[in-house]
């Protein structure tokens, strides 16, 4: 997140992450506690749109690590909610049956989404995959946000480790749909130790970045062990 609030709990309070809820999810919230030096943006944000998505930081019990994205690409903000006000979860796997809000379908997103939920023989298709980012968010709110310029973003699970062939063809099958729809697809894959870009896996780099809550750290094998949780972080 470009901005964050203070978390208001004790740092050393943040031992864990309520499993009810996980990264990239989007959470439909019924308040949204006003913090000290938050931008003038996110309370008309919030009235537009009364959701947040889970970001990955350590948390005290009761609390979610949340950000609140506004009408432009810089408007982002990191902040927290209490788990009592969350009235609804939406996975981004849930969305892939989703319909745009009327007219909206041709935005190039949406074009690929549909592509790729009706493509069968897919790569794709042996996995538990959804759309995140803009797309994501306005399938679950409903609330334009999709533009021509949008990115595609979607996150793949990865619970199993996922072969390097396996990353490659995924790769040339998502990169072959961008570029004759004209957009970016980027997608991350949800490994054990956190989320790492496709790209870089399929890279065949000998470390990748896998964004933990308790921080971006280069390792070797997102699925050999979980990432410690050390530090706090804001990372998505």
Same mark, same amino acid.
């Given at each position: 997140?470009? $901005?964050?609030?203070?978390?208001?709990?004790?740092?050393?309070?943040?031992?864990s992450?309520?499993?009810?809820w996980?990264?990239h999810?989007?959470?439909?919230?019924?308040?949204?506690r006003?913090?000290?030096d938050?931008?003038?943006?996110? %309370?008309?944000? /919030?009235?537009?749109a009364p959701?947040a998505?889970v %970001?990955?930081?350590?948390?005290?019990?009761?609390f979610?690590a949340?950000?609140? %994205?506004?009408?432009?690409?810089?408007?982002?903000?990191?902040?927290?909610?209490? !788990?009592?006000?969350? $009235?609804?979860?939406?996975?981004?796997?849930s +969305?892939?049956?989703?319909?745009?809000?009327m007219?909206?379908d041709?935005?190039?997103? /949406?074009?690929?989404?549909?592509?790729?939920? @009706?493509d069968?023989? @897919?790569p &794709?298709?042996?996995?538990?995959?959804?759309?995140?980012?803009?797309?994501g968010?306005?399938?679950?709110?409903?609330?334009?946000?999709?533009?021509? @310029?949008s990115?595609?973003? +979607?996150?793949i699970? @990865?619970?199993?480790?996922?072969? %390097?062939?396996? !990353?490659?063809?995924? &790769?040339d099958?998502?990169?072959?749909?961008? *570029?004759? =729809?004209? =957009?970016r697809?980027?997608?991350?894959?949800?490994?054990?130790?956190?989320? $790492?870009?496709?790209?870089e896996?399929? !890279?065949? *780099?000998?470390? $990748?970045m896998?964004?933990?809550?308790?921080?971006?750290? &280069? =390792?070797a094998?997102?699925?050999?062990?979980?990432?410690?949780?050390?530090?706090q972080?804001? !990372?998505?």
């Open positions: 997140m470009r $901005v964050c609030a203070a978390p208001p709990f004790v740092a050393e309070h943040a031992l992450c309520d499993t009810r996980r990264p999810d989007l959470l439909g919230l019924q308040q949204l006003v913090f000290d938050e931008p003038a943006w996110v %309370r008309e944000a /919030f009235e537009r959701y998505v %970001r990955r930081a350590p948390v005290a019990e009761g979610v949340v950000g609140v %994205r506004g009408v432009e690409r810089a408007q982002r903000y990191g902040t927290w909610v209490r !788990a009592a006000d969350v $009235v609804t979860v939406v996975s981004p796997e +969305l892939g049956q989703t319909e745009p809000p007219g909206r041709t935005l190039p997103p /949406f074009a690929a989404l549909a592509f790729l939920l @009706s069968t023989g @897919s &794709l298709a042996g996995f538990v995959w959804g759309p995140t980012g803009s797309a968010f306005e399938l679950a709110t409903r609330v334009p946000t999709v533009s021509e @310029s990115d595609l973003d +979607l996150l699970r @990865s619970p199993e480790p996922l072969a %390097r062939d396996g !990353a490659h063809a995924l &790769l099958q998502l990169q072959a749909l961008a *570029k004759r =729809i004209g =957009i697809v980027d997608a991350q894959l949800e490994t054990p130790a956190g989320g $790492v870009a496709l790209a896996w399929a !890279a065949g *780099k000998a470390r $990748v896998a964004r933990h809550a308790s921080g971006p750290q &280069l =390792i094998d997102p699925w050999a062990h979980a990432v410690p949780r050390t530090s972080s804001g !990372a998505v």
